[in-house]
């Protein structure tokens, strides 16, 4: 059965085996028959990272890139990997070169600022919502996917997946909690995106299309194209 080919760029931590937990999903997910994809790479700004450790441990090509994160080197591995699909899982780093339509990001909250952004990924997006909380007696968080194009989190979103932020929450258990769900819904989501039941044509302000059945549930934004 054909498979479409995907490149998955995942930070990760420093040290081996620290991070890349949404990695490691998505591999588990694809031996599982649960995506029907094939990881060509996996790519870390980090070289011998957690991420390096989950790509050895699966016998996955890995590949380090470093700065200035140019178009030209995206496009390099690209091309050696043959890849249709790009999936960002915790990359931390601003994405050029690649087609927006066909590259698709997970964040741990809102992207709306000053959740999403520049800087805003992980602890810093869990503490600002925290921080928000003070303020805002009842507030909500969210596990969103969304399209990329040229600024970080403002292409178009096609799930949004809310969650409360709890009274006695922190940085950590905000962050364990929407972690859990980012695990159980990406490979879902991504599989409806790479078979094309979810569609964008890359034209900046063309409507992102997904079925009638997805329109209905409530993890679909009411907003489906871009600004």
Known sequence: ???????????????????????????????????????VGVVSNYEHGGVRSIADEFGLPFFHLTGPYSADKYQAIASETGAEWFLLSGWLKFVRGLPANRTINIHPGPTRKPFGGEGMHGEHVHQALISAKVTDQDILTAVTMHFVDEKFDEGPTFFEYSLWVLRND??????????????????????????GQIYWDGVKGHEVVVPDWYRKMPFCPR???TA
């Open 223 to 225: 907003r489906l194209q």
């Open 170 to 195: 922190t940085a950590d258990t905000l962050g364990a909690r929407v972690n859990r769900y980012e695990h159980g819904w990406q490979s879902f989501v991504t599989w409806l995106v790479v078979s």
């Open 1 to 39: 059965m054909w498979r479409c080919k995907v490149l998955v760029f995942a930070s990760g931590g420093k040290e081996e085996g620290k991070g890349g937990s949404g990695l490691r999903h998505l591999v588990l997910n694809m031996l599982a028959g649960m995506l029907n994809v094939e990881v």
